[in-house]
């Protein structure tokens, strides 16, 4: 069991989807494309990043408690809020397209050994995990045991299948155990290769927080969004359905506290989640009512009701203002946006600097 940081708070999100083959698809080369044979020799093939659902469905997650993260140190902080810790071609499509929230940092598994990079961030996430193909640890757990005294046999060419195991979870003075379905060999003997590949970089990841070092005036959230069972206690266990209908104005709206009605405000305050001002308006264009909190409003179970008190996961409350902001010469402007009640100042000055205009005052509608 890893040894428990006093500020530091650790949620697991289970069930949560695959990211590590659907981000990236290599494209053949003209040879293909002009009707010849196939081949895959010569040079290596490029990879395309392509648009994933479940990847921006992700993104957005990391947006909201990432861009609250960066609102809560306020404008004049330069550092990075938040920390993405992923596989390589995530890493590489949220770079792409700008997905993350502006002050946060992502790097990928297997670069991140010994790094410092992370260990003044507030939030970080460790999304996947490294699982390498059954042939590759297969083919290393022969090698490893290739001369065996106990002539340890290895079977090969299996499918791996999903076992229930039990992620540790601290519930008061109490560690109980949250069932989750995990990827497992056939063969022990791969299996344990395997276990200590992915547990490894799991771990590793973790630790770029530097929790041990952590103290009253920087504690950090960790947030684990991957299936994987190894000798961490964590303080909260949610599902991933439990975060999977967030959308751009609910991320939006936990992030900076605002969420503007005008399509036009909404792409200046958040570009990130938008690849046009009419992507926005299309966006916009389809949601009704007002926005949802980050996490449900009735708590799933115990094990996941310790993540509603924490101040990066509370849950926002909307409700309809007008945000007017004016400079000394010109007519005031008026926004209609949703504001969280609990943040309401934080959120119309937010509004106001993000547009470049003077807050003159804000006001709720009835």
């Known amino acids: 069991m890893r040894c428990r940081a006093e500020h530091v708070f650790r949620l697991k999100v289970i069930g949560g989807p695959n990211t590590s083959s659907k981000t990236a698809v290599p494209i053949r080369g003209a040879a293909r494309r002009r009707g010849k044979k196939k081949t895959l020799k010569g040079k290596p093939q490029k990879r395309r990043l ?27 902080s330069m550092e990075p809020a938040a920390g993405v810790i992923t596989n390589k071609e995530t890493s590489q499509y949220w770079l792409k397209h700008n997905a993350l929230p502006p002050t946060a940092i992502t790097n990928h598994f297997g670069n991140v050994r010994g790094a410092n990079t992370f260990k003044k961030v507030d939030v970080l996430f460790t999304v996947a995990h490294h699982l390498p193909p059954p042939v590759e640890n297969e083919r290393s757990t022969a090698a490893i045991l290739a001369r065996d005294p106990q002539c340890r046999e290895i079977l090969k060419g299996c499918v791996m299948y999903k076992e229930t195991q039990y992620i540790p979870v601290r519930l008061h003075d109490i560690v109980l155990g949250a069932p989750v379905d995990t990827l497992v060999h056939p063969c022990n003997h791969v299996n344990e290769k395997t276990r200590a590949t992915v547990v490894g970089q799991n771990i590793q990841a973790q630790g770029r927080g530097r929790a041990v070092r952590r103290g009253p005036d920087d504690p950090l959230l960790e947030v684990t969004i991957n299936n994987i069972v190894d000798a961490t206690t964590f303080d909260a266990v949610i599902e991933w359905r439990d975060l999977a209908g967030l959308d751009e104005r609910d991320a939006v709206l936990h992030a900076y506290g605002v969420a ?77 946006v949703w504001l969280d009640e609990r943040r309401a100042e934080e959120g119309a000055a937010n509004l106001a600097r993000k547009l470049g205009m003077p807050l003159l005052r804000w006001q709720w509608i009835d």
């Open 50 to 76: 392509r648009r994933d659902a479940n990847v921006e469905a992700i993104a957005r997650v990391i947006y909201a408690v990432g861009g609250r993260a960066t609102s809560l140190r306020g404008p004049e």
């Open 260 to 336: 503007p009605v005008k399509p036009a405000d909404m792409f200046k305050l958040a570009p990130e989640l938008f690849t046009a001002p009419a992507q926005c308006q299309h966006v916009l264009r389809k949601l009704r009512g007002p926005p949802r909190p980050l996490l449900p409003a009735v708590t799933p179970n115990l094990l996941g009701a310790a993540a509603y008190a924490h101040p990066l996961l509370t849950a926002a409350v909307p409700r309809l203002a007008v945000v007017i902001m004016k400079y000394p010469s010109r007519a005031p402007r008026k926004a209609r």
